[in-house]
């Protein structure tokens, strides 16, 4: 079945500095990517909408600035979270559309964050 | 590999039908199993399910693990049509660093 990977899976920081987490869709194209952040109780927040070859759609009160997203290839959508702050510890979750037959949606493994 | 399976993969029932849907998973070190209800953005968290042979229920939807067998499933009784959406069975390992989600049950009530 269709694989979704990010990487990495978890990574600490220190305040201010810059984070990036990679997601790949390992053997189909994608040409929408989905990035998420989970709150607590384990609900999702959609964050934005990463689109190939054009800017992410983002979710109302979703700092653009602040949440960077490139979708460089088909296979490929980076976020990059700028001058990190510890509110910004969480647990991201990217999730790849695939458009062949059925349109479904697959999901990564997340990516957890921790700014100290 | 770490990997959750759905079953069915699409289903399509009339309002008032009893739905099942099915969640089986091989993890390393489990933690959790979680159900979302996926309509248009983010999934909504429907449970988390930890011990075996608890059901948990919300209205007309409800749950239930078995760690032994390794599965869940979900029950929806007297579907209606706001009940259409993809079910996203996903299952948490014991460190909290890692989601395996499953490819989803897309889910649709006719009339």
């Known amino acids: 079945g269709a694989v979704v990977s990010q990487h990495p899976s978890w990574v600490i920081c220190k305040s201010g500095t810059s984070v990036k987490i990679e997601c790949r869709s390992l053997?189909?194209?994608?040409?929408?990517m989905f990035w998420y952040r989970q709150f607590p109780k384990q609900s999702l927040m959609l964050m934005a909408t990463?689109?190939?070859?054009?800017?992410?759609?983002?979710e109302q009160g979703v700092e653009k600035d602040k949440f960077l997203i490139n979708h460089a290839s088909l296979t490929l959508s980076t976020l990059t979270v700028t001058s990190a702050h510890p509110e910004d510890s969480s647990f991201y979750i990217c999730?790849?559309?695939?458009?062949?037959?059925?349109?479904?949606?697959?999901f990564g493994p997340g990516t957890r964050l921790l700014v100290l | 590999e770490d990997k959750v399976v759905q079953s069915p993969l699409s289903l399509v029932v009339h309002e008032g039908d009893t739905v099942t849907l099915n969640c089986s998973y091989e993890?390393?070190?489990?933690?959790?199993l979680l159900w979302y209800k996926q309509e248009k953005k983010a999934p909504t968290f429907l449970f988390m399910l930890?011990?075996?042979?608890i059901e948990k229920k919300s209205g007309r939807l409800s749950s239930i693990l078995d760690k032994k067998e390794l599965f869940s499933i979900l029950n929806i009784t007297a579907t209606q049509t706001g009940d259409s959406a993809v079910y996203l069975c996903?299952?948490?390992?014991?460190?909290?660093?890692?989601?395996?989600f499953g490819p989803g049950t897309r889910l649709s009530v006719l009339p």
């Open positions: 999730s790849a559309r695939s458009t062949g037959g059925v349109e479904t949606q697959y």
């Open positions: 053997d189909f194209q994608a040409t929408t």
């Open positions: 990463s689109n190939e070859g054009s800017k992410a759609t983002y």
């Open positions: 993890v390393t070190n489990f933690r959790s």
């Open positions: 930890t011990s075996s042979g």
């Open positions: 996903a299952v948490e390992d014991n460190y909290g660093q890692n989601f395996v």
